[in-house]
């Protein structure tokens, strides 16, 4: 019987992969908490800082690199939620360069808590990088 194939050899579609909800729930965390941030760095410019009186204050340009990394993270965040690593890997760049400036503003009381999300996110995707596209 020719033209005939056996069931053996007929290709099955590939798999559905069901991708995991804590790291779409660490995800949407992520971009709401930046876009909060984003927009608290706005408003606190906008109200305006006070100024030295040997001349202007650095904070105003350093909330809004702030508030420019949160808009950045919500950017990332999409890639991360198209499970794209480029989204993992923007939101690590942008998350130490943040840290930097919280750093120059408040010290390390500042600072460390910044890295939490970003230490959370690398450890979730960790255990599924191999998902990511």
Wanted: glycine residues 12%; contains cysteine.
């Amino acid at each position: 019987m020719e033209g005939v194939v056996e069931p053996s050899f007929v290709p099955l579609p590939p798999p559905k992969v069901k991708r995991g909800g804590a790291l779409r729930f660490l995800i949407l965390l992520l971009a709401v908490a930046s876009v909060i941030a984003s927009l608290a760095g706005v408003l606190s410019v906008a109200a305006g800082h006070d100024d030295d009186a040997l001349g202007p204050s650095p904070l105003p340009k350093r909330v809004l690199m702030l508030s420019l990394c949160g808009l950045l993270n919500v950017g990332f965040t999409t890639g991360v939620w198209g499970w794209r690593r480029w989204g993992v890997y923007g939101i690590v760049c942008v998350s130490l360069f943040a840290f930097m400036l919280n750093w120059k503003i408040g010290g390390a009381a500042m600072a460390v808590p910044s890295l939490v999300g970003p230490a959370l996110l690398v450890i979730v995707a960790a255990i599924v990088w191999g998902e990511f596209d």
